[in-house]
Nanobody
């Protein structure tokens, strides 16, 4: 059974930093593209950042230069370092795992709340 468990969310002031982590189990971590999505109240879920098995990364324009995604294969963990946080970054952040193309393998974590407010 596959599990993705996020941690590290919380309340932070504008300009502050948070580090989210997602520990996975039950999947072959090395072959998955890992990503972080977020969903604010009344908004659609959006992709924030992703890192492929090759290590290639992508970021949404709204977080580019402020967020950094990384993966630790030995710990089957993906991290999201968030700096210079803004109130508009407030959302529930979800960890996501996508298997190789055409497999249809896809898994989600339960989400962790990030609130940026003074």
């Amino acid at each position: 059974q596959v599990h993705l468990v996020e941690s590290g969310g919380g309340l932070v002031q504008p300009g502050g930093s948070l580090r989210l982590s997602c520990v996975t189990s039950g999947l072959v971590f090395s072959i998955y593209t890992m990503g972080w999505y977020r969903q604010a109240p009344g908004q659609q879920r959006e992709l924030v950042a992703a890192i492929a098995d090759s290590g290639n990364t992508m970021y949404s324009d709204s977080v580019k230069g402020r967020f950094t995604i990384s993966r630790e294969s030995a710990k089957t963990r993906v991290n999201l370092e968030m700096n210079s946080l803004k109130p508009e970054d407030t959302a529930v952040y979800f960890c996501h795992a996508r298997g190789p193309q055409l497999t249809g393998w896809e898994f989600w974590g339960q989400g962790t709340q990030v609130t940026v407010s003074s």
